[in-house]
């Protein structure tokens, strides 16, 4: 039973270099998101996905992408990482409508 | 603009007394509101949810009110203990796609 997984949990990348984050649940929930976690920001979205192969823009999705193959993960990918996507990264997976919001234990990114 | 906010960024308090951590909403339209609290280093836990349709809710120690009128949400911490030492977060939501949070009141414990 382990509800939400992110990996990794920490990563450092040079500007430029490209990565993704995989987000896998076990819940069945139908909706995924990606936030992001800044000092003093509180959590902002940036993607999420309201089913199997489909995703939607949030508040922040400006140099990201996001795919959902497959029900159960969640990928969020960086192209060319910037100093600015310096950050932590949480999953999330929930029924919808907010309800039975469950987060991962987040990804600690630094763009150096 | 971000519809939640939490009015303060720090609340420090004497272990054992009674905490209250506001946030105030300006979506009119939500419909469903959660506290959650974040430890250093984990990601957000649930702590208590509450519907439109309530103003009041009771858990293990928490209670959360909603004042519709004036768009106001509060977490009532009872007997506060060193380990509800964290950030607490408000969120909103009014449609499927999300929860909007609010900035975090992060929670100091004073012995």
């Known amino acids: 039973n382990a509800g939400v997984t992110q990996t990794p949990k920490f990563r450092v990348l040079k500007t430029g270099q490209s990565m993704t984050l995989l987000c896998a649940q076990d819940?069945?929930?139908?909706?995924m998101y990606w936030y992001r976690q800044d000092p003093g920001m509180g959590l902002r979205l940036i993607h999420y996905s309201v089913g199997e192969g489909t995703t939607a823009k949030g508040e922040v999705p400006d140099g990201y992408n996001v795919s959902r193959l497959k029900k159960q993960n969640f990928l969020l990918g960086l192209e060319s990482a910037a100093p600015s996507q310096t950050s932590v990264y949480f999953c999330?997976?929930?029924?919808?409508?907010?309800?039975?919001?469950?987060f991962g234990s987040g990804t600690r990114l630094t763009v150096v | 603009g971000e519809s939640v906010g939490l009015h303060l960024p720090t609340l420090s308090v004497q272990e054992g007394d009674n905490s209250i951590i506001n946030c105030a909403y300006s979506?009119?339209?939500?419909?469903?509101f959660i506290w959650y609290k974040q430890e250093s280093g984990k990601g957000p836990q649930f702590i208590i949810d509450i519907r439109s349709n309530m103003d009041k809710r009771q858990g293990q120690r928490v209670t959360v009110l909603l004042n519709k009128t004036v768009k106001h949400l509060s977490l009532q911490i009872a007997a506060t203990q060193p380990g509800d030492s964290a950030v607490y977060f408000c969120a909103e939501t009014w449609s499927a796609d999300g929860l909007t949070f609010g900035k975090g009141t992060h929670l100091i414990i004073q012995p």
């Open positions: 999330a997976s929930s029924y919808g409508g907010g309800y039975g919001y469950t």
């Open positions: 819940m069945n929930h139908e909706y």
């Open positions: 979506n009119s339209a939500s419909d469903y």
